[in-house]
């Protein structure tokens, strides 16, 4: 079957996530990312259903998968199949995650008794272990690479790769007028014939992202649903909206 061929459907259920679901289909180098409309927080204790969230993070991951992928960097998303299910590359998804900051806010602030909104000097990029147990400890590369998580050369590519999508994305938000505050990626391995390729796997999205409208420090992300700042749900289509022009 061609890489085109628009038969790729859901198969048996992989993982079931907090808003995505990852599903098998028959080509084994292939999946399926689905989008629900689920939202949690604080590691699952706070849920709700949001009315779109799906939809529009499908969308607007996709958006910027291609983007940063026009910038040079490798990712698992092909294309959309429908408005919540995403064709990818199967990888072997890399337990750490990473985490870029050009602005203080949420665990920076708290850790380490910041002011949120300091913008920092330079973009600071972080590493968790993803660990739902552990609720994703920030760990050093040191750490990752002693205890087999990651190789050494793989941090330096998503180490690389991060910074790419961080000019990509903080270009992008600064037109519309959105400080790109920090935000959260993963990435996995790739094998292609006998060697391993790192790409950027799971989503770009404001479930993973801060986003402060400039001229009035209004959230645009999922803080409003964690903070009880609003409507998620109206939120997001504002953010869509602003996007792509056009409601959902
Ligand atoms: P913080 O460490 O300040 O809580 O989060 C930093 C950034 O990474 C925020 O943009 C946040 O949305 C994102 N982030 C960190 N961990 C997670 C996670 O487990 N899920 C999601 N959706 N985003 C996360």
Redesign the pocket.
Known sequence: MSLDSPEFSRGALLYQGKAKQVYATHDPARIIIHYTDGATAFNGLKKAEIADKGVINCRISAFFMEKVAAAGVPVAFERNLNDRDQLCLAVDIIPV?V?V?NVV????ARKLGLPEGQKLPAPLVEH?YKSDTLN?PQINESTAVLLGWAKAWELRAMHEYSLRVNSVLQAFWNELGIDL????LEFGRVSIGSATAVVLADEITP????LWERSTGRHL??DVFRRDLGDLSETYRELYKRVFGKTV
């Open positions: 995650e985490v900051r806010a949420g665990g920076l968790f994703d505050v920090d935000f959260k479930d993973g992202s801060r992300d999922k």
